[in-house]
C-alpha cells in the first residue's frame, strides 16, 4: 500500500518545453487534487477531480492541464511551462464524503523551469 | 472567498514548552478543518481532522479545537521536543465545495 505517489520528484525543463506529472493512488480515493506550493503562499489549488471522468479548476488553473485517467491516476500537464511555475506540485487523494474527508499527500514534485 | 491565516508565522521555543498555534478562517460555513505538519523537504502529513460538529480532537500530545462561529482553531502542542520542528498548516473545506483552502503555516523550531 503505498498511498499516493508522485512521479518524477525532481524536474528541470527549459522555457517553453512541456511535461507531464504523474499521480497514482491505491486508497480507492475518489476525489484527488493537484496543489502547488511556494514560499510564503502555502498550498494553492491548481485542479482537482471530484470523481473519475470529472474535472475542475482551482484557484490557479492557468497554464494547467489536467486528465484524470480512472480512478487511481491523476495527471497535471504543463504544456508551454514557465518561470513562474517553478514551484513545488503536490498531489492528494480523499475519501467520499460519508467517510472524515481526510486528505493524503505524495511527496512532492519540485520542478524548476529555467 | 475563504482566506485562512496562520499565525505567528514562526515560532522558536525550548524543549518541554506548551505550544498554540492559531487558524483563523474567514468564512464559517465550513464542512471540516485538517491540521498537517510538513518536514523540509517532503509532503504533508495529516495530524488532526476536526468535523464542523465536533468542538476538538486529540491524538497523543496534540490537541486541536474548533469554534466555527469565531472563525478558529488552535492546535495545543503540550510538552514539545526536538522532533516536533516541522512547518504547520491548517486547511479548512468548504462547505458544499469538494476542495481545501490551506494557511500559510506555522514554522516551529523546538530547541534542546
Known amino acids: 500500500n503505498a498511498g499516493v505517489t508522485q512521479t518524477p520528484k525532481f524536474q528541470v525543463l527549459k522555457t517553453g518545453q512541456s511535461m507531464t506529472l504523474q499521480c497514482a493512488q491505491d486508497?480507492?480515493?475518489?476525489?484527488m487534487y493537484w496543489y502547488r506550493q511556494d514560499p510564503g503562499m502555502g498550498l494553492r489549488l491548481i485542479y482537482y477531480?471530484?470523481?473519475?471522468?470529472?474535472?475542475d479548476k482551482g484557484e490557479v488553473p492557468n497554464g494547467y492541464n489536467v486528465s484524470r485517467l480512472n480512478k487511481r491516476e491523476f495527471s497535471l500537464r504543463l504544456e508551454s511551462a514557465a518561470p513562474s511555475q517553478t514551484s513545488v506540485y503536490f498531489c492528494?487523494?480523499?475519501?467520499?464524503?460519508?467517510?472524515?474527508?481526510?486528505?493524503?499527500f505524495g511527496e512532492g514534485s519540485r520542478l524548476t523551469v529555467l | 472567498k475563504q482566506e485562512v491565516t496562520q499565525i505567528p508565522a514562526a515560532l522558536s521555543v525550548p524543549e518541554g514548552e506548551n505550544l498554540v498555534l492559531n487558524c483563523s478562517f474567514t468564512?464559517?460555513?465550513?464542512?471540516?478543518l485538517q491540521w498537517f505538519r510538513q518536514d523540509p523537504g517532503k509532503g504533508l502529513t495529516s495530524l488532526l481532522l476536526?468535523?464542523?460538529?465536533?468542538r476538538e480532537q486529540t491524538s497523543g500530545r496534540l490537541n486541536a479545537s474548533l469554534d466555527k462561529s469565531s472563525g478558529r482553531s488552535t492546535l495545543y502542542i503540550a510538552a514539545s521536543q526536538p522532533g516536533d520542528s516541522a512547518t504547520y498548516l491548517c486547511?479548512?473545506?468548504?462547505?458544499?465545495?469538494?476542495?481545501?483552502?490551506f494557511g500559510a503555516g506555522t514554522r516551529l523550531a523546538v530547541h534542546p
Open positions: 476536526i468535523q464542523s460538529s465536533q
Open positions: 486508497m480507492n480515493h475518489n476525489s
Open positions: 486547511a479548512v473545506k468548504d462547505g458544499g465545495y469538494n476542495k481545501l483552502i
Open positions: 492528494a487523494g480523499q475519501g467520499t464524503m460519508t467517510n472524515t474527508g481526510e486528505l493524503f
Open positions: 468564512d464559517s460555513a465550513i464542512y471540516n
Open positions: 477531480s471530484a470523481s473519475e471522468g470529472t474535472t
